[in-house]
């Protein structure tokens, strides 16, 4: 019984994801939900007692190990020095290639902390390694930079996908990005 719902879990995560990259997040309802995984909103809601909200969330933590993979791996194939830029570069794509997903981890109302002891472990994930990346004189420091390292990404992210940004300066943002954040 557990697995299934587990798979079932799955396959709305993957719907509301689907729905939400081709049409936007308005069009994310748990009726329409129900119908494309073939199962009653009853049942939906039995999963998500939360409801959207709730759905919303589990694309958030689905979206954070996404990204936590893919700037991880970024990082790992660069050199020391070129690390952050790789992190950057990394994160700016995954939020071009996922705009929906993008917009529901750094701006959407869902049932996941953040910032609080109650925060997914997949959440801290992508924050420890914008913290790793960030130069600071303590901890505190590195955490306060990684928040605001964090959040320039994310403006970046939703202005470049309002098409509020020159496509023909992407490269020098990120100069400026990594000049700001990195060591010196």
């Not at 995984?37 to 969330?57: A, C, H, N, T, W």
């Not at 910032?115 to 913290?131: I, N």
């Not at 605001?148 to 939703?158: A, C, D, M, Q, Y």
């Not at 202005?159 to 490269?171: F, N, T």
Request: net charge negative; proline share 4%.
């Amino acid at each position: 019984m557990q697995e299934l719902r587990s798979e079932r879990s799955r396959r709305v995560v993957e719907a509301a994801r689907s729905i939400a990259e081709e049409e936007g997040w308005p069009a994310v309802t748990i009726r329409r939900l129900a119908e494309a995984i073939g199962y009653s909103q009853p049942v939906l809601y039995s999963d998500f007692p939360g409801g959207r909200d709730e759905i919303v969330g589990a694309v958030i933590i689905d979206g954070s190990r996404r990204l936590t993979a893919a700037i991880a791996a970024a990082a790992e194939r660069a050199p020391a020095d070129g690390r952050l830029r790789s992190l950057v570069e990394a994160y700016l794509e995954f939020a071009r290639r996922n705009p929906a997903v993008s917009e529901a981890m750094s701006s959407m109302s869902s049932t996941v902390a953040f910032a609080s002891d109650d925060t997914p472990a997949e959440l801290r994930a992508a924050f420890a390694l914008l913290h790793g990346a960030v130069s600071g004189r303590d901890d505190r420091a590195r955490s306060v930079r990684a928040e605001v390292l964090w959040g320039t990404l994310h403006g970046l992210s939703r202005l470049e996908a309002s098409q509020r940004l020159d496509p023909a300066l992407d490269v020098d943002r990120v100069d400026a990005v990594v000049a700001l954040f990195g060591p010196g």
